[in-house]
């Protein structure tokens, strides 16, 4: 019975990545608006530079290019319902870096250490997708969406002094 009950408190609740699902394949294109990813670029340029050797820098940015409108859906949903997902998105933020610490690259533990692989990206997305869609490709575009706005605010990865500040950070400071 015990073990039932520790196993329900380190379950994450998954209705935010439901909800965020629903939301950028429901009508998001109508409200977001596009921030010209070449232009958004320049503000986390440093950071890709901080987290990856040189050789992997097209890569990842090209990872964040073929994101990028999930990318800025997610940061709308997360500011707008803030307050609604409140302790679901700090469940995840927690499950990601816990096991962030752990990847083999990670081999000071810690969750400011450079991220050093983009494959990462996706291992950390298979965390947050629910069980019974695990082998939906939309999900786990969303889900990787997901991870690559909680690296670029800073959850994760090296940081850098240009970085803009987080986003949870100003939420959490709003009445």
Not at 9 to 22: M, P, R, W, Y
Not at 70 to 89: A, G, P, S, T, Y
Request: hydrophobic residues 40%; proline residues 6%; glycine residues 2%.
């Amino acid at each position: 019975m015990l073990h039932q009950y520790v196993n329900h408190l380190t379950q994450i609740d998954h209705s935010v990545v439901k909800a965020i699902f629903h939301f950028i394949n429901s009508g998001a294109k109508n409200i977001v608006t596009v921030v010209p990813f070449e232009k958004k670029f320049l503000t986390f340029r440093n950071k890709i530079h901080a987290n990856f050797h040189e050789c992997k820098h097209y890569e990842v940015k090209n990872i964040f290019y073929l994101n990028w409108y999930n990318i800025l859906c997610v940061e709308f949903f997360i500011r707008k319902h803030f307050k609604i997902f409140e302790h679901q998105l700090n469940a995840i933020i927690e499950k990601v870096c816990s096991n962030f610490k752990t990847l083999p690259a990670n081999f000071q533990g810690k969750e400011d250490f450079p991220v050093n692989d983009p494959d990462y990206f996706d291992r950390l997305s298979e965390l947050i997708i629910p069980k019974c869609q695990e082998n939906d490709p939309r999900y786990m575009l969303t889900a990787k969406a997901i991870i690559l706005f909680l690296f670029l605010d800073g959850k994760f990865g090296r940081t850098t002094p240009e970085d803009p500040p987080s986003v949870f950070n100003e939420l959490e400071k709003s009445p």
